[in-house]
């Protein structure tokens, strides 16, 4: 299975809203099923990752220099999307990108795609960031075009292409950042 959702912008939108939904930030019980979405979307092993998220969830700093949101259906954890404050020392950002914060990955489980829960997700997050700095950042792999037109709707625009990005796995000109102004 690809990592990214099949770029489809004609595929007709989930019409029906099934349960409640909601987006919240995460707690430490959440680790199980961020674990597991991020697995099914990895190829990985679940209880290799659940130790690694909790230790996120749990770590200080959680909620001021990094942070987590959890999208809901009917209080099943269906979603995630991470923001991280990040440097070029600490995160191997790229010398060519400005440190500071940036929306670090969204998944939303594949059977709850396309019911504006991924949009949800990277909403709270732009929000969390706007009550503490004036832009904001992401980075993705060129070939992701359905996280390129997700942010596009929030208004990001590219800023650069030619870097390398070892530690979010692109290589020299496979990856593009892009920027939102928070205006006050
Ligand atoms: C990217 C992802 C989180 C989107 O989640 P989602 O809940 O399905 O997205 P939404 O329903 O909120 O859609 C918001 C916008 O994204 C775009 N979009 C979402 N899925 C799309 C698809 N399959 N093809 C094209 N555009 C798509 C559309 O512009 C959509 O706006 P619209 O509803 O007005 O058409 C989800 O597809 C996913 O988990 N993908 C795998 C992980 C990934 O690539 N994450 C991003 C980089 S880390």
């Given at each position: 299975?690809?990592?990214?959702?099949?770029?489809?912008?004609?595929?007709?939108?989930v019409?029906?809203?099934?349960?409640?939904?909601?987006?919240?930030?995460?707690?430490?019980?959440?680790?199980?099923?961020?674990?597991?979405?991020?697995?099914?979307?990895?190829?990985?092993?679940?209880?290799?990752?659940?130790p690694?998220?909790?230790?996120?969830?749990?770590?200080?700093?959680?909620g001021?220099?990094?942070?987590?949101f959890?999208?809901?259906?009917?209080?099943?954890?269906?979603?995630?999307?991470?923001?991280?404050?990040?440097?070029?020392?600490?995160?191997?950002?790229?010398?060519?990108?400005?440190?500071?914060?940036?929306?670090?990955g969204?998944?939303?489980?594949?059977?709850?795609?396309?019911?504006?829960?991924?949009?949800?997700?990277?909403?709270?997050?732009?929000?969390?960031?706007r009550?503490?700095?004036?832009?904001?950042?992401?980075?993705?792999?060129?070939?992701?075009?359905?996280?390129?037109?997700?942010?596009?709707?929030?208004?990001?625009?590219?800023?650069?292409?030619?870097?390398?990005y070892?530690?979010?796995?692109?290589?020299?000109?496979?990856?593009?950042?892009?920027?939102?102004?928070?205006?006050?």
């Amino acid at each position: 299975m690809s990592q990214y959702a099949a770029y489809d912008p004609d595929a007709q939108r989930v019409g029906a809203r099934h349960g409640t939904e909601c987006v919240r930030p995460a707690r430490p019980e959440d680790a199980a099923a961020i674990a597991r979405i991020s697995a099914e979307r990895e190829g990985l092993d679940e209880d290799e990752i659940r130790p690694r998220v909790l230790g996120e969830l749990t770590a200080d700093g959680m909620g001021t220099e990094h942070h987590v949101f959890v999208a809901e259906v009917d209080r099943q954890v269906v979603g995630y999307g991470r923001i991280r404050d990040l440097t070029h020392a600490d995160h191997g950002l790229p010398e060519v990108l400005r440190e500071g914060w940036y929306l670090t990955g969204v998944v939303v489980a594949p059977e709850f795609r396309r019911r504006s829960l991924g949009a949800a997700l990277t909403r709270a997050r732009i929000e969390w960031v706007r009550a503490r700095a004036t832009e904001v950042h992401f980075v993705t792999n060129l070939r992701n075009h359905t996280s390129i037109d997700l942010h596009a709707a929030f208004g990001f625009e590219q800023i650069a292409c030619e870097f390398e990005y070892p530690r979010a796995g692109l290589p020299l000109g496979a990856g593009a950042a892009f920027r939102l102004t928070l205006p006050d």
